[in-house]
């Protein structure tokens, strides 16, 4: 389970509560807050991690490169 701060691209990426949770960057006592939360609720936990692996799979390389195959093909004259 990603436990990551509200700046750059994590916050882009994890859906709160669930591919994982965003907390502040200057908040100690938040993010443990969310790490005691994630290790005592083993259900939820899972579910994350099952989600996250969904989540990856978009940001695989293949995938990607077929994403920018597909857009070059859109906007470009040479097919």
């Known amino acids: ?12 990426v994890i859906e ?14 938040e993010l443990a ?11 939820k936990m899972k579910k994350i991690s099952i989600k ?3 989540t990856v799979q978009k940001y695989d390389i293949l995938a990607v490169a077929n994403e920018y195959l597909l857009h ?3 906007t470009s004259r040479i097919v």
Do not use: H, Q, R
Request: hydrophobic share 35%; charged share 30%.
């Open 1 to 12: 389970v990603v436990i990551a701060t509200m700046s750059g691209g994590p916050k882009d």
């Open 16 to 29: 709160e509560g669930v591919n994982g949770y965003l907390v502040n960057p200057f908040s100690v006592d």
């Open 33 to 43: 807050l969310k790490m005691e939360k994630t290790l005592l609720d083993d259900m």
């Open 52 to 54: 996250n692996i969904e």
């Open 72 to 74: 070059y093909k859109k």
